[in-house]
């Protein structure tokens, strides 16, 4: 016989057990559950409520490595210690570097179109766009016959660079020499790239943030000094000895000026002052020529008017460095400009003002040698 107790027990043993699976595989789909909003936390923690590119958020001034912290009435929104590849991509989101990208990126396309524009009016660039296109249609011409035509073929290109090079070694005495203009278009591009640059990609590593803003420092100064050569070159046109003097000793301050701001010591953002005083020391090097300048043409009808333009540029760089150094409206009301309106993307948008005040001088220095060229102005400037 079968006891009833013994049934009993097993069926109290079998219960226990389905039970005990029961309440491991609830603990098992209540862990899991616990684990996917721990983990979508942590995925929004990464990303930070003031947003990002995948899991690279933007963070505080706080939780900035020593070297990125510049400034610290800019609280939020920065980038720190992203890939290369997230930084370029950055490009197109809004983090507190922005405007300070975009304003000179802009600006170098600015320039740069200017640039090409200057080229294509060049007699030089020119005739030698038009040796290169008969050069093509002359090796057409080749390859579809080999007869008598080819052999003119072959030979007009030849008549093409010698009147290319008799137009470039033999210019017209009443047209101005383009390089210096081109000097000053070139040291802007340079300029306002590698601010571009240095905005963009300084949040990837310590190293690679040094090397941007030693580059974006010595920028500046090329920019600075490339500004000089084509008031002082059409100036003294007639009178090389003295263009020779002054353009060579600027040269020099901003070699000087470019090895004082490579140095690791010049880069801290404690230095700002510094590095202000050695722009601004190259800047008013120019002085000295300028008075020149204006003395020898005091009678000139357009010195009035290149005068005020390059008073224009000198105001515009000086009123940015000003923001620069003071670091205002910031220091006013911490946290309330790190996107937009801080003392960095004023003193940028001066750069582009000053930059494009000085593009309208030079212009009208180059013009006014063109048109009085040198022989005509033999009573100034000693010519």
Known sequence: MVDARDGT??????MAKYEKQGGEVAREKKEKKGGNK???KKRKDRQGEDGGIGE???????ELPSYMKENEFIRRYYRSQWPISHAFLSLFSWHNET?????????????????VKHLMDMPQVADLLG???WSISAKEAENASLNQGSFFSMALPLVTLDRFAANSGDAPLDTAPRWPFLVFLAGSMLCLLTSSLCHLLCCHSRRLNFLLVRLDYAGIAVMIAASFFPPISYAFLCAPRWGVLYLSAISALAVLAVLSLLAPEATPGSRRAFRAMVFCA????????????????????RRAKTMAWEAAMGLSYLVGTGFYVSRVPERWRPGKFDVAGHSHQIFHVFVLAGAAAHYVAALLFMEWRDKVGCWANTEHIGG
Request: no cysteine; glycine share 8%; net charge negative.
């Open 9 to 14: 027990v097993e069926s109290e043993e079998l």
């Open 38 to 40: 721990k983990r979508k």
């Open 56 to 62: 690279y958020r933007l963070v505080g001034y706080e």
């Open 99 to 115: 405007i300070n990208v975009w304003t000179h990126l802009l600006g170098f396309l600015l320039f740069l179109g200017l640039t």
């Open 131 to 133: 040796h290169l296109s």
């Open 282 to 301: 190259l800047g008013l090097s120019g002085i000295v020529p300028a008075v020149h300048i204006a003395a020898v043409n005091w009678a000139e009808a």
